[in-house]
């Protein structure tokens, strides 16, 4: 479904990607690995060409979308939840949820079209925000936060979503279930990339695995693979 | 050699078209003398003041230090003439002024080098006070910008009106809206209004005079608010509004006829006043240099030359008084639309003999 | 409770707290005690009013009603910047850096404030040995003197999160706040952050909030639970732990 | 002072004030929406009483011209939006401030050079002239009616549009992170040139309605320009709620302003010394209104909701 | 070329540029009479910088304390006062002393509100000028005689003007720098950054802003007071808000926080505008697209165009 193969990327003149390569099976669940500043959050800028890539290529469905702007990705149909999640602060939580709503498309590929994310759905996944859902996006808590991100990604029904460290600062409660929640949309069929430090929860849901290493794939395997090595832990992982 | 003259005038702002006219007017004097003044090869240096004292100081400064200018004439508006004033006496340089006339620069302050080739400024505004005293009005409404210059003209007008003054209506410089003062004037119900509201102020408040339904009902005597500068965008709106000056369109004298058709005839439009005094500045230049045979160093000569106004302006009968203003007519004048649907202002009836200003007996100058 | 708590006065005494926005009651009664060297942890749910205690705590936001005292001193009505004067310290939950400012001169500048006076208008503050120094050992003490000259803005996430820790400790305070200092670090990095803040344990007491089990009883020697405003359990990690009503709101089959 | 003569300040109060709101609003929405200091706005304004000048005189018709320059401002906005705008957004306001005075001085003077410094002239359509007996003893100029009209029908319209439309949303998401925006599936770069090209209509409609009554010249958009600001400032940036609020309180003090302020200084000084101290504080009058309000309220009357 | 480079090389240049002015031009009256125009705008541009590059304070009323420090001048002139340390103090202490309860009440304002707080003030000073009738009300006031120090006349020749107002520009540039170096500069310029994070840090933030608002204001009230003696004449127009914006442009144009990109901008837009004006009447026609390109390349403005390089 997304493939990069050989993405290199950076900051102005400060490389930081080196030749990435990764692929997302329709309704499959990768994590991307690794420690802080390894490029995980940089890749996926990448994607939603949010920052241009210096080389490589990357398609989606089928289809290249390296170069293309980044609402003509998002509209291909990947839904992001970005790191530090930038809800927008002067419009309400019910107005974050629904100004960049789309409804699913019919599934392509002869698929049946999958059901629709509406506000009552997610309110019903995230009942704090049903409760908040007059306050302005700046006015919640950190963790409130965070879940408007995700119902605002969720929000523009997508066939992939990205999840760059969708549960940082999420008490333990809500982190579970937003874990029984990606465990659900990857059953309903949807692609699923995910970014997180918690390895063990991860490890739960994803098929396969990747782990960075200074803008280098350094590993990657499926999950099987990734639990019998604890080595990797230790190489990549921990300091 | 050559005679080189700065001309500073208006030119951007919400005022240039003041300051055009009477740059235009200056040059066609100087084209219809093939390029000469007084004989002499003229080259004319044309400045913006952009209606900013200290760049006017600036540029003014530049025309003698830089271009070494002979003469510099022009400045449309006082505050502005009044910063130049100083600087060019110092350097000795002759100011021909082509249509402010500050009473600084009539009165004590006045200077061997200043000339005006126009008016004082509180004369345009007594021809209207003058008249409304001759008419027998009883209660008027005064009306003008919160500024020097509006305040002089409301004195300038009740220096021969004696009649009640319902209303002294100060209203804010570059004000848009009028409609408060509109209302203000029909609860007053006057027998007249007198008002001084130069540039864009004029043009709101006579089309909303009109639209307020007072232009039909309350003559309205202004100064320097409808003229040939304000009529284009005003148009039917000041039909028959009343302004007071020392000079018309359709004054009737050869020299003036001529003006005025070449005048149209070169630029497509009909000149306003500037235009007229501008041209006079010229043709003051143009006798004065003659007279001296282009020996412009000796300044006394110079001066004497220039005072004898030796020249047909087109005003008719001119000459300088003490204080190097002008002595001359001056009219009660009336908008009215030519045969050719041009407005335009003509002359209704002759106000002030040749009559000079007040301030002439306070300066030192004989 | 700790023995240390008993023997000094508390360095931090939070008396009724309350907190209203519109309707919504954040902080509801909260009363609280933070005593020397501890490491106190503050934990609840997402919204429960952390991040706006620590706001009334800092000053930023002025509480309804109840009473704020640090050291024994009563700074209810007090000016934030007054109360950093009185020793407390606080880093924020998403990070505030001057990003155009290396990492020295962002620690520097928090050193400064309690360096006498700044209106000092003469010596170029950059040549200043002293707050250096003392800068410098505050980075050092955070792991990062290795990037004192790299601008704040383009450090890595977990780098920022360093130096908002150095930020907070150079003052030497008696009480640091901190809101979730652990968000967005990694594994290694969390550990990393875990010594630094017990090797600071013994310097300052610490009010910790923070949503990483792991790190909370790791280090916590007590730890109160905020939901909905009110404070409905505090007490050592292992009660908190078995506690069954803070098990249902907040920590579920964690820890 | 009658209470017709107060009925009708009010009224020209409230006439004044809908004019500014016209002109504010396009400036709130662009500046306070978008978050981008649009000095242009001004010009816009001038260039839709131009565009209404010139269309009205040739095709003799105001209707057809007052479309014809709207179309002409929407134009421009785009263009213009396209051409500098964009690529200044998420910069430091005061590259946005340098731009747009540049274009501020480009516009003027390409305008003085195109229809001379000479103000314009445009007659009020036959239909809307004259004047209405509101009340015996109360005549007011139906055009001015017409006016206020035409105000509360975009003020309406506009309320509805941002705070109701998800065209509305998105434009206020985009102000605060149009990267997100765009990361979530909307054309970011249309919607913004949409909205400036809108803003610049609106300006361009103000700037039309005003021709007939005010003096149309190069510059005129200026002083306008600063008076819309006040209003966005005092009924706090982005909303257009607090731009109708502020644009009337506006309109009406400086309307009553003028008219009694002299009157009222009586009271306190003797009358040569109020004449004088009246009309001086009567100019500065709303000035001091908004340093009032931003003193107390230091985000203006109704804060927008930032973050 | 380096940062540190540029720092030092630039100022330097552009101080041996107005050096040499008078003797490049053979003492052309006329050149160092532009000159003496730029110093004086650029002194007044400096204060701006200090705030607005550094403290990111927009002040959209700087000319009204650049006003001020004229009318102290003019009107003490006319009162027969002409010692220049006494009516260049006035000037100083007249912009100093206005600044103080404006930047008190505006600095409970932020970002655009704060720009518009203080046009506000600006404009209630340009209204209470145009209605000093005693001093010439809108058309202004022209000074008696020129200021006089110790028996000599300072600002009586063009060429010693130059160098006294010089003196002025390389003192106020060079107090600056220093000032911005300093712990002082440290607090102002990490409050234009992030305020809360000051304020956290333990700094009353507001105590710091008034302080360099009125240190601004004093700077412009020097300029204004030059200015006057320049011009030898007063109006209100120095007090309008346009000039307030020119101050701005200058600033922006020439790149906010490096105090030598006040004197840049300062110097481009009075030699520009006098430039273009030889060639054309509709010379905005060419300047306002060049504000644009200046606008597009970046903020960093003409200091950078000239150093070529990263900051
Ligand atoms: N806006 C930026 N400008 C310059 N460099 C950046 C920027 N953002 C990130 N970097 C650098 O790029 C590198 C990779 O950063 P990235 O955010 O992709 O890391 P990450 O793997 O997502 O780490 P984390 O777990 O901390 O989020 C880091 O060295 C970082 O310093
Ligand atoms: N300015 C405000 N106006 C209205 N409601 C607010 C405001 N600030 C916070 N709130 C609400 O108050 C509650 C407490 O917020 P706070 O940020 O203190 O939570 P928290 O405990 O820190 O949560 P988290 O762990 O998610 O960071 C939240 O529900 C939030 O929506
Ligand atoms: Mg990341
Ligand atoms: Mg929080």
Known sequence: MLELSDVAAGYGGNQVLFGVSLRVGAGEAVALMGRNGMGKSTTVKTVMGLLPASGGAISFAGRPILGLPPYRIANAGIGLVPEGRRVFPTLSVRENLIATARAAEAGRDGQPKAPDWTLAAIYELLPRLAERQRHLGSQLSGGEQQMLAIGRALMTNPRLVILDEATEGLAPLIRAEIWACLERLKQAGLAILVIDKHADALARIADRHVILEKGRVAWSGDTNAFRADPGLKDRFLHV | ?366 | MSLASCAAPPVLQLQGLVKHYGRLRVSDDVWLDVAPGEIHALIGPNGAGKTTLIGQIAGEILSDSGRILLGGVDVTGERPHRRVHRGLARSFQITRLIGGFSALENVALCAQALDGSSFRFLAPVRRDAGLNATAIAALVETGLAERADIPAGRLSHGEKRQLELAMALVASPKLMVLDEPMAGLGKAETQAMIAVLRRLAGQAAILLVEHDMHAVFALADRISVLVEGRIIASGPPDAIRADTAVRAAYLGEEA | MSTTLLLIQTLNGLQLGVLLFLIAAGLTLVFGVMDFINLAHGVQYMLGAYFLAAFAAATGSFALGLVLALGAALLCGVVLERLVLRHLYGRDHLDQVLATFGIILFLNEAVRALWGSAPLHVDIPEAMSGAVRLMPGLLYPFYRLVLIGAGLGVALLLYVLVAHTRIGMRVRAGASDAAMVSALGVNVGRLFTLVFGFGAMLAGFAGALAAPILSVEPGMGDNILILAFVVVVIGGIGSVRGAFVAALLVGLVDTLGRSFSTSLMRLAMDSSAAAQAGPALASMLVYVLMALVLAVRPRGLFPARAG | MSASARHSLLPLLIGAGFVLVPLITGGDVYAVNLAIRIMCLAIAAIGLDLILGYGRLVSFGHAAFFGAGAYAVGILSTHGFTSAPLLIGAAILAGAALALPIGAVSLRTRGVYFIMITLAFGQMLFFTATSLSAYGGDDGLSLPARATFLGTDPFGSPLSFHYVVLALLALVYLGGRVLVASRFGRVLRAGGEDERRVIAAGFPITAYRLVAFVIAGGIAGLAGGLYAEFTEFVSPAYLSWQRSGEFIVMVVLGGTGSLHGAVLGAAGVVLLEEWLAEFTEHWRLIFGPLLVLAALAGRDGLARLLGRGKP
């Open chain 2, 1 to 366: 050699d050559e005679l080189k003259i700065g001309l500073i005038s208006t030119l951007s702002g919400p005022s240039a078209a003041l300051g055009q006219h009477l740059r235009d007017g200056f040059l066609l004097a100087v084209k219809q003398r093939g390029g000469k003044l007084g004989g002499e090869a003229a080259e004319v240096i044309v400045v913006d003041d952009e209606l900013k004292p200290d760049v006017a100081v600036t540029k003014a400064k530049a025309l003698v230090d830089r271009d070494k200018v002979d003469f510099v004439v022009g400045v449309v508006f006082s505050n502005v003439m009044n910063a130049v004033a100083k600087p060019l006496a110092e350097s000795k340089t002759f100011l021909i002024s082509a249509n402010a006339g500050p009473s600084t620069l009539a009165g004590e302050g006045c200077s061997p080098y200043v000339f005006s080739a126009s008016y004082q400024n509180d004369q345009n505004h007594e021809v209207l006070g003058k008249y409304a005293q001759d008419k027998g009005y009883k209660k008027v409404v005064l009306m003008a910008p919160n500024y020097q210059a509006g305040k002089d003209s409301l004195a300038g007008f009740k220096r021969h009106y004696k009649g009640e003054v319902a209303e002294e209506i100060y209203t804010q410089l570059g004000q848009l809206d009028f409609s408060a003062e509109l209302a203000r004037i029909a609860a007053a119900e006057p027998d007249a209004v007198f008002t001084f509201m130069p540039g864009g102020m004029g043009v709101n408040l006579v089309k909303q005079y009109r639209q307020a339904g007072l232009a039909d009902t309350v003559p309205f005597l202004s100064a320097f608010t409808v003229d040939e500068t304000t009529l284009p965008a005003t148009q039917g709106a000041a039909l028959g509004l009343y302004s007071g000056a020392a000079w018309a369109p359709n004054l009737d004298t050869p020299e003036n006829k001529a003006f005025v058709a070449a005048f149209e005839k070169e630029y497509g439009y009909v000149p306003a006043l500037y235009a007229a005094q501008a041209y006079d500045a010229a043709l003051m230049i143009d006798a004065a240099v003659k007279g001296l045979g282009g020996k412009l160093d000796d300044k006394e000569a110079v001066r004497a030359a220039l005072k004898k106004a030796d020249f047909k302006s087109v005003r008719g009968a001119f000459s300088f008084n003490t204080n190097q203003f002008p002595i001359q007519d001056f009219y009660l004048v009336k908008v009215a639309k030519r045969p050719d649907g041009k407005f335009e202002t003509e002359i209704a009836e002759t106000v002030f003999k040749q009559y000079g200003d007040v301030y002439a007996a306070k300066c030192p100058m004989k």
